[in-house]
């Protein structure tokens, strides 16, 4: 494994057409750390993580994966960094008319034909137990909650045994508790496997308890207001981050 940042964005600006929607962001994300994408509603959370997958160009400036411009290599080697990403999307739904063993061994299936439908299953299997849902392989996701479809979505994206996990929202949706269940399963997946985790979130949960640092992305301002971990930035953050870093503080202590 290389030493370099998994993950540079060298003064990315992000658009729709003529509407920018954050300008100038500049960051590294470290190896085996849980960095968390913050912000307000609309702020740009998700465009920036599907910036970092690959599935949308900057406007401006670059992201570097293990060192390697993403948008100048050739198409092949975009692949072969993708292939390194697992995705949990925000709407990140599994296929209903398919178990779980099914929605799992579908992606292991795409990536390895070669292997048989047994060693398929078996994998998916593992990958089920790795998210505690060991023993659910033949149910349907409409049998399950909540929480436990967001951990099928996770060993989906854990499939491929990726180095990157990528996660938009994970407790949207959720209870406070399936969430905070959610968030530890995060950090065991990340201490055990040693993946490198970026995870969007607005919940203040999950930002103090899980994020190692946290960029801020700023609606009004439409740029990166902050970078560094939750308790430095509550501490010594601008006036607008600390709101947002204790806006709701009496709900939380008494759900604490
Ligand atoms: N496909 C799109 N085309 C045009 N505008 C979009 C598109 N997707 C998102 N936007 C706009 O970009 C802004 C940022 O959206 P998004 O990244 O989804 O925000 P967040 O995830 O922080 O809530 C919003 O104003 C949204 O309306
Ligand atoms: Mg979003």
């Known amino acids: 494994m290389s030493d370099r ?3 540079v964005v060298q003064d990315l600006t992000m658009a729709y057409g003529s509407r920018v929607i ?6 590294q994300i470290q190896r085996g750390e849980i960095f968390v994408i913050m912000g307000g509603s609309g702020c740009g959370k998700s465009t920036l ?6 599935l949308q160009t900057p406007a401006r400036g670059q992201v570097l994966i293990q060192g390697q411009d993403f948008w100048a290599a050739e198409e092949a080697s975009r692949r072969l ?11 990140g739904a599994l296929w209903s008319s398919m178990t779980l063993n099914e929605n799992v061994g579908l992606i292991i299936e795409q990536h390895c034909p070669e292997l048989s439908p047994a060693e398929i299953a078996e994998l998916a299997a593992f990958k089920l137990a790795l998210v505690g849902l060991r023993g659910f392989d033949d149910y349907y996701p409409s049998e399950i909650s909540g929480g436990m479809k967001k951990r099928a979505g996770l060993a989906r994206a854990l499939a491929m045994d990726p180095q990157i996990l990528f996660i938009d929202e994970p407790s949207a ?3 406070p508790i399936s969430s905070k269940n959610l968030d530890d399963l995060i950090l065991a997946l990340r201490d055990s496997l040693g993946a490198t985790v970026v995870m969007v979130t607005h919940e203040l949960p999950s930002i103090f308890g899980i ?4 960029v801020f992305l700023d609606a009004k301002t439409k740029t990166q207001l902050a970078l560094g971990s ?5 501490a010594h953050g601008q006036p607008q981050l600390r709101e947002f870093l204790t806006r709701g503080q009496t709900e939380m202590e008494q759900q604490a």
Not at 22 to 27: I, K, P
Not at 49 to 54: A, C, K
């Open 5 to 7: 940042p998994p993950i």
């Open 22 to 27: 954050q300008q100038g962001l500049n960051f």
């Open 49 to 54: 993580l599907r910036h970092l997958i690959g």
């Open 81 to 91: 960094l993708q292939r390194q990403f697992g995705v949990l999307f925000q709407s």
């Open 173 to 175: 949706g959720l209870d």
């Open 211 to 214: 994020a190692d640092r946290a």
């Open 230 to 234: 939750p308790q430095d930035l509550l």
